[in-house]
């Protein structure tokens, strides 16, 4: 009788032994899968920024040329040259202003206007004459990275040309 108790202690036992391992292993594993979604959490909402960044890039440039169209010397050719400008559209209209905008609260796009040059043949050069029906345009969009600690920048650049003479 002695013998069969000393047996069940030694069983009982074992089982404690495994419970403990079981569930430190699921314990483990539990943290894997909390870390993957973060991880993935955290992408996902990169990706998210990225692809709005992409589309206001092209709503920036369509901005530009929307505001080439209705007035190419009023509202590109009078604004200076390296200045970041944002975008403002009241529903209507596109402005363009030096006052900041933030989009969705985390991205800023702006553009900025380049003189554009000209060489004896017409082409496009680094240097020569200055066409003054010409700008070269770069829009950019920045954010915060999901991590806060540094920034993201796409950028699209074109040139827009004053069309109609205005």
């Known amino acids: 009788m002695m013998k069969k ?3 069940n202690s030694q069983t009982a036992g074992f089982s404690m032994i495994e419970i403990i391992v079981a569930v430190s292993v699921l314990t483990i594993l539990f943290l894997a899968i ?3 979604f973060s991880v993935a959490a955290k992408q996902e909402s990169q990706a998210l920024l990225e692809s709005k960044a992409g589309y206001l890039l092209e709503e920036g440039m369509e901005a530009v040329q929307f505001l080439r169209n209705e007035s190419f010397r009023g509202n590109l050719a009078s604004l200076a040259t390296s200045t970041p400008y944002f975008l403002i ?3 209507t209209d ?3 202003t030096t006052t900041p905008v933030v989009i969705d609260g985390k991205l800023s796009r702006t553009f900025e206007l380049e003189d554009v ?3 004896a043949n017409g082409n496009i050069a680094s240097s020569g004459a200055l066409d003054p029906g010409a700008k070269k345009v770069t829009v950019s969009v920045a954010w915060k990275n999901s991590s806060g600690q540094s920034t ?3 950028s699209l650049q074109a040139y827009v040309m004053d069309l109609y003479n205005d």
């Open 94 to 96: 596109w402005t363009a």
């Open 89 to 91: 559209f009241d529903g």
């Open 152 to 154: 993201s920048t796409r």
């Open 117 to 119: 040059y000209r060489d």
């Open 5 to 7: 108790n000393l047996q």
């Open 34 to 36: 909390a870390k993957y």
